[in-house]
């Protein structure tokens, strides 16, 4: 009999727990199973804005992290990323045709177009840069400054990658033995010669 008591109490409690959550506007405020139901209420939703609130933090960290990848790509790897080639540029910042170079996009190697630079290097630029592009080609010899030696990366002035090594054979060095090539050279031969160049650096 007791038992059966306490389990309809505990049924009615539930019963009404339920209608409070049901209906949260339900008046009757000074009623203790209300003012319980009304705490299970109040509860019940922090878990779940807990998780709602949670939820969009994961997403912004994976965000920021997908983003920071090719950045770090480009600043660490292959010195041919846009990002290196743009930082490396900033060395002609200023110079002849930089804006303009700027803009272009770097058409891809291959060995056909490796093939087609040594060519044009053998025909434009080795009587000042030297056959091997050490920088000791006769017509060369008594400019000052001396024609650069195109093989160690950390002599050249201003830029060593695809974009400045395009923009110096293209608009040249004012003031140097460096002339512009651009009206001499197609754009398909100077970037032809700048992946040829770029292939003797170390
Ligand atoms: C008449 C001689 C001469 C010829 C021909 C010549 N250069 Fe040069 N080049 C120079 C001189 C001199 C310098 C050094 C300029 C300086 O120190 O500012 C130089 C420097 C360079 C540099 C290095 C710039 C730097 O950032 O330090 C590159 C790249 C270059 N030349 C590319 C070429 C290419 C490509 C050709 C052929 C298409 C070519 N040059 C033909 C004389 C020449």
Not at 103 to 110: I, T
Not at 118 to 142: L, P, Q, W, Y
Not at 146 to 158: C, G, H, I, Q
Not at 182 to 200: C, F, K, N, Q
């Amino acid at each position: 009999m007791a038992l059966n008591r306490w389990l309809g109490t505990l049924l009615i409690v539930s019963a009404l727990g339920f209608a409070g959550c049901g209906q949260p506007t339900k008046k009757n405020p000074d009623s203790q199973p209300t003012a319980a139901a009304t705490k299970t209420m109040a509860e019940t939703p922090a878990p779940a804005e807990t998780a709602a609130a949670e939820t969009p933090a994961p997403a912004e960290t994976a965000a920021p992290d997908a983003a920071a990848t090719p950045a770090e790509a480009g600043s660490t790897a292959a010195a041919g990323s846009r990002e290196a080639m743009e930082e490396d540029f900033e060395n002609a910042d200023g110079m002849a045709g930089y804006e303009d170079v700027l803009k272009m996009e770097v058409p891809p190697s291959s060995p056909d177009v490796l093939a087609k630079g040594k060519e044009v290097f053998a025909a434009n630029c080795a009587s000042c840069h030297g056959d091997a592009g050490m920088g000791d080609g006769a017509a060369g010899a008594n400019l000052d400054p001396k024609p650069r030696n195109l093989t160690v990366a950390s002599e050249y002035k201003y830029g060593h990658l695809e974009l400045a090594v395009y923009r110096t054979g293209a608009y040249g060095v004012e003031g140097t033995g460096m002339a512009p090539l651009g009206d001499v050279l197609e754009p398909e031969e100077m970037w032809a010669v700048t992946h040829y160049i770029r292939s003797l650096q170390k």
